[in-house]
């Protein structure tokens, strides 16, 4: 099987530990996995007994350093009116899982000391905390529970977001219930500059601060850079200029995500903003917008850039396919090109084909996702490929691409 998108209407999913391999990922655009009550819809290869739903269930990340207000976010949530039964997981990655937390967003029940696996909310919706976090862990948990439509959850302070989305990122191969809506990151207004700059209560990278050489790489960094949705907790704690700061900063780290200022975690909306996002299917032109205006450098770590470029042929897919597999899996550039290390932790694009459909691009660290959007809207002419990363705003980067691109 090639992992060229041109050759099925399927995307595939691609692990660099396992070329061979290509996991086929079935798309937004396949309506029978979508329909959960159309008898005839019902797709083969997934096994599901009548009193499970067949339809995968969105899970959003909440992530955020230390206190910067994730838990207050879920109980925010917890007590809107949303229409939908959530379960609320309590991610502890082996550090101590917060006793406080668990308190806070379970209610009294919880208090007594065993451990429970489910603990009602309001709305219906149910909390339970797991150890394990991988993927299977979570589908035991739903198959114990039932049906809950939507899925939190929080990790806890220093994890970074790169290492978990993968976990979600998964190909309907293995038989996944679950799916990646979106990664919400929360920063403390005050202190996310003095995190960013002295990578401020960063324990467990105290070490690499003295070792390496070079800007520093917080976790308040990789946070960041992998959010698509970035809100900007405790504005009440901070002056209008010192939160305008804030936001440039944020901004020119991560120029994809949206971003919202927000006191006590409230936000201005859920649909879209909180749940629902869709972060990882579609890629619209407008997605791409923002990103591609900015050019700023304002932190010196991580960077958004967009690499412009024409509209490719049929015959330059392979070439573009191979640009992305050598940035990606082994962290280079094609061709000859003198560049510096660097790092990619976030990809989206949008390639217009000549006669085709554009093809749309997804990346997380080097994972990466290929799919076929609809018939190109009149004459799009340019493509985008927006990168979020250390290194990133190389000229090389373009420089190479064109170059392979010319070689087809
Ligand atoms: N002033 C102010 N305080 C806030 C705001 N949002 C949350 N807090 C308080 O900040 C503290 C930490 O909030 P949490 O929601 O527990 O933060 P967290 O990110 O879940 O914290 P950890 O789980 O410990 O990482 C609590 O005392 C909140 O009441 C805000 O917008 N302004
Ligand atoms: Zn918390």
């Known amino acids: 099987m090639s992992v060229e998108p041109s050759d099925d209407e399927a995307p595939a999913l691609i692990q660099p530990e396992d070329k061979a391999k290509v996991a086929m990922e079935v798309s937004e655009e396949v309506p029978q996995l979508q329909s959960v009550n159309d008898d005839d819809a019902v797709p083969d290869l997934v096994a599901a007994p009548s009193d499970k739903p067949t339809s995968k269930v969105p899970i959003t990340i909440v992530t955020g350093y230390l206190g910067a207000g994730k838990t207050t976010l879920l109980n925010y949530i917890l007590t809107e009116q949303h229409g939908k039964k959530i379960a609320v997981i309590l991610n502890e990655f082996g550090d101590s899982i917060d006793i406080e937390k668990q308190l806070t967003v379970s209610d009294a029940n919880a208090t007594d000391a065993r451990p429970v696996d489910f603990v009602p909310l309001a709305n219906g919706c149910i909390c339970c905390s797991v150890k394990d976090v991988g993927v299977a862990a979570i589908e035991n948990l739903m198959e114990q529970s039932g049906n809950f439509d939507y899925i939190l959850l929080e990790t806890t302070g220093l994890a970074d977001p790169g290492n978990i989305a993968p976990l979600f990122w998964l190909d309907d ?123 700023s450098h304002l932190d010196p770590s991580i960077s958004t850039t967009t690499i412009h470029f024409p509209a490719i042929s049929e015959s330059q897919v392979a070439q573009f396919d191979e640009y992305l597999r050598t940035i990606l899996w082994e962290e280079q550039l094609p061709g000859s090109f003198a560049y510096d290390p660097f790092e990619i932790h976030r990809l989206k694009g949008r390639v217009p084909v000549h006669g085709g459909k554009p093809l749309l691009i997804q990346g997380v660290r080097n994972m990466y996702e290929t799919t076929e959007g609809k018939q190109n809207d009149g004459d799009e002419e340019e493509a985008k490929l927006v990168l979020i990363g250390k290194g990133v705003g190389q000229p090389a980067f373009r420089e190479s691409l064109i170059a392979i691109l010319q070689a087809s």
């Open 173 to 295: 191969g293995l038989g996944s219930s679950i799916f990646l809506d979106g990664i919400v990151t929360l920063v403390d207004a005050k202190n996310v500059l003095k995190s960013l700059d002295e990578g401020f209560g960063d324990e467990q990278k105290e070490d690499e601060k003295h070792d390496h050489h070079g800007p520093l790489l917080t976790t308040a960094h990789l946070q960041i850079s992998h959010a698509d949705v970035i809100l900007i907790n405790k504005a009440d704690l901070v002056s209008a200029e010192e939160l305008d700061k804030v936001v440039n900063r944020i901004r020119s780290i991560n120029g994809l995500a949206k971003i919202e200022t927000t006191t006590r975690s409230q936000v201005s909306q859920l649909e879209g903003l909180l749940l629902d996002l869709h972060a990882y299917d579609a890629v619209s032109d407008k997605d791409l917008q923002f990103a591609s205006k900015g050019h």
